[in-house]
């Protein structure tokens, strides 16, 4: 069965940075799209930001400008998230975008908070 592995989370202080990191060993990863999720507490998951196979990316209104994502390789993708803020705060997940095809992970936790 395939397996994704978020990494990267922690504590940072607002207008801080994180780097998230994805892996999985789903190889039809390489053809989909890919995408960053976040859920925050009492909330619904939420498509963050989303990454062509050509590596177009498109953004959350919320996050843009702030967060960068790329496909680092076949089945790696990752998520810059620089200015950070306290509403930042949530589990953050990676799976094929628009939708998750593929079982998901554990997510990475990201908390915002001085």
């Known amino acids: 069965q395939a397996q994704v592995v978020e990494s990267g989370g922690g504590l940072a202080q607002p207008g801080g940075s994180l780097r998230l990191t994805c892996t999985t060993s789903e190889t039809a990863f390489t053809l989909y799209e890919l995408g960053w999720y976040r859920q925050a507490p009492g909330k619904e998951r939420e498509l963050v930001a989303q990454v062509t196979i050509h590596g177009h990316a498109t953004y959350r209104d919320s996050v843009l400008g702030r967060f960068t994502i790329s496909r680092e390789n076949g089945n790696t993708v990752s998520l810059q998230m620089n200015s950070l803020k306290p509403e930042d705060t949530a589990v953050y997940y990676c799976?094929?975008?628009?939708?998750?095809?593929?079982?998901w992970g554990q997510g990475t936790q990201v908390t915002v908070s001085s």
């Open positions: 799976n094929t975008a628009p939708r998750g095809l593929i079982p």
